[in-house]
């Protein structure tokens, strides 16, 4: 479908990015499922999708893919994890209270997988220790090096008690929404550059100077904003002591992100798909579909230095004394 009014583009609030040229059943059901389309809909909604090859999807068949589905989230769920390696860690949760609890991990080969979906609830320890628990439970022992999210406290003190060794990155995506959203609009895109100059920065030397440097020019007048910046600053800038090449990677939740932006507003328990089950089927569904999309990261040759504890500083290799 083509827009064709003048400076006008068309996009689908429905469809993900990555199910807009080649439309997958697997995909558009679980999306249009949360989205709210009642199965009895689906068949027409599907037509006027996919066109003729949505001849035969009626109800029952929805129905029974949708048994399908919920019986495979239920085998991945419980899935051996024993001798896998994830070297980097990154979470995603809604900005509801009540929410579903993503973790994706990257590989000694730079492939992101999905690792868990599960509901829970965004501020509790508990919600997160339970599926800390029960990776470790299915075999993984291998300690990631970095995990990366946005200031869930309940995520964080999970992971402290659960996988002390693991080192934090707050994503700066989120961080920047954050401040920005405690200062005047007049004067947000000034403040987003001066973030910017943080953690785009060559050096953690250069990074910090910009970060006192913002302080200095809005302390005053947007304490509140200022505050928000303050409290994270240990672990702002923990990606400079890995590769630079996996910077993109570890500054933001964003590849995780993506994924999820048509299910937000979808993942309530108690709302848009019904029961508990179907939610956390669906959106498994989604994610899983999603991930055969996800890129490689950078040269993930260097993982292997990192998991041998080679020392990076400013995103160099440090040689051995």
Partial sequence: MHDRRPGERFTSRILPPYMRRAASIDALIPALYLRGVS???????????????AVGLSATNVVRLKDIWKQEYGEWSRRDLKGKHYVY?????????TC???????????KKELLAVHDGYRESKLSWQELLRDLRGRGLESLPAVAVGDGALGFWSALAEEYPTVREQRCW??????????????VQSRAKKRIQDMYMAETRDEAERAYDEFLSLYEAKYPGACGCLRKDKDVLFTFYDFPAEHWTHLRT????????????HRTKRTKGCGSRAATLTMVYKLAAEAEKHWRQLNCHQLISKVIEG??????LMQKAA
């Fill in 39 to 53: 199965t009895g809909d689906f068949q027409e909604a599907l037509e006027l999708i996919l066109g003729r090859d």
């Fill in 89 to 97: 860690f990154n979470v995603r949760l809604d900005d509801d209270r």
């Fill in 100 to 110: 579903i609890l993503v973790p994706m991990g990257a590989t000694e080969e730079g």
């Fill in 173 to 186: 995506v989120h961080k920047t929404a954050n401040i920005l959203d405690k200062m005047p609009k007049g």
């Fill in 253 to 264: 939740t964003n590849p995780i992100e993506s994924t999820f932006a048509t299910v937000r």
């Fill in 310 to 315: 080679v020392r990076f500083v400013d995103g």
